[in-house]
Nanobody, 125 residues
């Protein structure tokens, strides 16, 4: 069992930045993949970024490349999402999730076994 707790969301003006955190407990992460997803009202949950816990390999959705950066702190069992140059269309509930069965990053939310409760990001124009 893995418990994930997100934090760091909030209200920010367009062009601003936020740093989201996701703290994992209940299991020491090793050969896992951590992902960030988001879901806006009326829309599907979509992949934002992912990172392999062991090698730190990253993958990004095209719409955040060059603006967002995912990283992890192994000692703290925590993954981060640095979101820069935020746009109103980035407004959504952001979730972190963990895939404990694979060591490569998949973008489908259906393969991730554990999820946090989400943290709201709202970007005003």
């Amino acid at each position: 069992q893995v418990r994930l707790v997100e934090s760091g969301g909030g209200l920010v003006q367009a062009g601003g930045s936020l740093r989201l955190s996701c703290a994992a407990s209940g299991r020491t992460l090793s050969r896992d993949v951590m992902g960030w997803f988001r879901q806006a009202p009326g829309r599907e949950r979509e992949f934002v970024a992912g990172i392999t816990w062991t090698g730190g390999v990253t993958r990004y959705a095209d719409f955040v490349k060059g603006r967002f950066a995912i990283s992890r702190d192994n000692a703290k069992n925590t993954v981060y999402l640095q979101a820069n140059s935020l746009k109103p269309e980035d407004t959504a509930l952001y979730y972190c999730a963990v895939d404990i069965w694979r060591e490569h990053i998949l973008t489908s939310h259906t393969v991730y076994e554990y999820w946090g409760q989400g943290t709201q990001v709202t970007v005003s124009s």
